[in-house]
T-cell receptor, first 114, second 114 residues
C-alpha cells in the first residue's frame, strides 16, 4: 500500500533560519504529492503540490521538488517567520482506483521563535 | 463559496451515546472523506465516498457509519461512543476533474467521549 514518512518533530527554529522538513513516500504508480499546513485550531490547508517527477511546488516562500529517483518531497524555506509556526503534513494521492483517498504523514510541528 | 463546513465544532458525549457529525460542501466535489486526527498519528482515513450512493471503508472504520445520499452531504455516525473515539474529526472533499485531487478540509469537530 501507499505510505508517507516525514521527519519527526518538533522542530524549533529562530526567525530567519533555514527550514527543511524531510518527506519520503512509497506508492504504486506515480502519485501527486502535497504539503498541507495546519495552524492552531484550524483544519488543514494546501501549501503546495507537485503532480509529476521533477515538478517544483512553491508558495509563500516554501518549496518542494518531486524526486522520483529518491521518492522524496522535502519541504524547504530559506527564511522562516514566527507566523510559519504550524504543523506541516506531507501527503500523496494516487491516480488509480484509489483516487480520492490521500495518505498522510504523521505531521511535523514547527515553532519559530523571534 | 463556504467550502467544507462541519458541525458541531465541539461535542462531549458519554460512553454508549450515539451522535452524527455533519459535513457539507458546496463545490460540487465527487469525493468526500472523513479523517480522525490523534496526537502523533497524523490523519487516519475512516470512510470515504466517490459519489452519491457509494461509500467505502478506510483505515479505521470500526464504530463509525456513513451514507452519501447527496453530492453535498456526508454525515459520520458514531453508533455507540467509546473513549477511544476521543479525537478531532476532519471532513474533506476533492474532485477528480482537477487531476491531482487536492483535498479541501473543513475546520474540524473536536469530540470528547467520557
Amino acid at each position: 500500500g501507499n505510505s508517507v514518512t516525514q521527519m519527526e518533530g518538533p522542530v524549533t527554529l529562530s526567525e530567519e533560519a533555514f527550514l527543511t522538513i524531510n518527506c519520503t513516500y512509497t506508492a504504486t504508480g506515480y502519485p501527486s504529492l502535497f504539503w498541507y499546513v495546519q495552524y492552531p485550531g484550524e483544519g488543514l490547508q494546501l501549501l503546495l503540490k507537485a503532480t509529476k517527477a521533477d515538478d517544483k511546488g512553491s508558495n509563500k516562500g516554501f518549496e518542494a521538488t518531486y524526486r522520483k529517483e529518491t521518492t522524496s518531497f522535502h519541504l524547504e524555506k530559506g527564511s522562516v517567520q514566527v507566523s510559519d509556526s504550524a504543523v506541516y503534513f506531507c501527503a500523496l494521492t494516487a491516480h488509480n482506483t484509489n483516487a480520492g483517498k490521500s495518505t498522510f504523514g504523521d505531521g511535523t510541528t514547527l515553532t519559530v521563535k523571534p | 463559496n463556504a467550502g467544507v463546513t462541519q458541525t458541531p465544532k465541539f461535542q462531549v458525549l458519554k460512553t454508549g451515546q450515539s451522535m452524527t457529525l455533519q459535513c457539507a460542501q458546496d463545490m460540487n466535489h465527487e469525493y468526500m472523506s472523513w479523517y480522525r486526527q490523534d496526537p502523533g498519528m497524523g490523519l487516519r482515513l475512516i470512510h470515504y465516498s466517490v459519489g452519491a450512493g457509494i461509500t467505502d471503508q478506510g483505515e479505521v472504520p470500526n464504530g463509525y457509519n456513513v451514507s452519501r445520499s447527496t453530492t453535498e452531504d456526508f454525515p459520520l455516525r458514531l453508533l455507540s461512543a467509546a473513549p477511544s473515539q476521543t479525537s478531532v474529526y476532519f471532513c474533506a472533499s476533492s474532485s477528480p476533474g482537477q487531476g491531482w485531487n487536492e483535498q479541501f478540509f473543513g475546520p474540524g469537530t473536536r469530540l470528547t467521549v467520557l
